[in-house]
């Protein structure tokens, strides 16, 4: 079955980039996708990936695909105090719409 | 255009106790989801419905129930609650048809089984 991994915790200084990482087991994944919690509320998707693609840039977010290795990473450009949450990859499957998520990334940014 | 709502939004329950959680969504998507959030456990699937009329189980249905009221409402029940279903619910909506299948949170349950 497919499964999800991320490392549970990082932590940063303010101004510095952040780097979350994700690997993921099934490779028939079609897209894979970053979504940010912040302290007591829902998720929110700050961007995704087509499997076919490697990168993808959207202002201060980075997302790399190396399909080869299953690795997945978001880069946060000049991390604010505000990025400050949890991180969740997740993929979904060709013709299934259900999502598969990571057990998430807290990100602590420090002033 | 609210998005994603649940209701309530804290509820404590006794061990045993029912009830049910409510969740709508106003984007006019087909398919809805309901998950637990557990610390150190992520998010886990619980039950979805593709369409209007149609449920799936997730990855952890049981002690749960499900009803697709309509295209707006997917409400979950829990008939005997105990305190191993202690968590946060969050409820989702996906539209078909993007290929994307990016879903939209609602802002949770917080339930607490005593």
């Known amino acids: 079955g497919e499964d999800v991994e991320q490392s549970l915790f990082l932590s940063v200084r303010e101004g510095d980039s952040s780097v979350i990482n994700c690997t993921y087991t099934?490779?028939?994944?079609?897209?894979l996708y970053w979504y940010k919690q912040e302290p007591g509320a829902g998720l929110q998707l700050l961007t995704y990936?087509?499997?076919?693609?490697d990168m993808k840039q959207d202002q201060r977010l980075t997302v790399l695909l190396n399909k080869k290795d299953k690795h997945l990473s978001l880069r946060i450009a000049d991390t604010q105090t505000g990025d400050s949450a949890i991180y969740f990859c997740a993929e979904s499957l060709s013709g299934y719409s259900t999502l598969t998520f990571g057990k998430g990334t807290m990100l602590l940014v420090s002033p | 255009n609210a998005g994603v709502t649940q209701t309530p939004k804290f509820q404590v329950l006794k061990t045993g106790q029912s009830m049910t959680l409510q969740c709508a969504q106003d984007?006019?998507?087909?398919?809805m989801y309901w998950y637990r959030q557990d610390p150190g456990m992520g998010l886990r699937l619980i039950y979805y419905s593709a369409s209007e009329g149609t449920t799936d189980k997730g990855e952890v249905p049981n002690g749960y129930n499900v009803s697709r009221l309509n295209k707006r409402e997917f409400s979950l029940r829990l008939e005997s609650a105990a305190p191993s279903q202690t968590s946060v619910y969050f409820c989702?909506?996906?539209?078909?048809?993007?290929?994307?299948?990016?879903?939209?949170f609602g802002p949770g349950t917080r339930l607490t089984v005593t």
């Open positions: 099934d490779s028939s994944s079609t897209y």
């Open positions: 989702a909506s996906s539209e078909e048809g993007k290929g994307t299948y990016e879903q939209y």
């Open positions: 990936i087509f499997s076919n693609m």
């Open positions: 984007m006019n998507h087909n398919s």
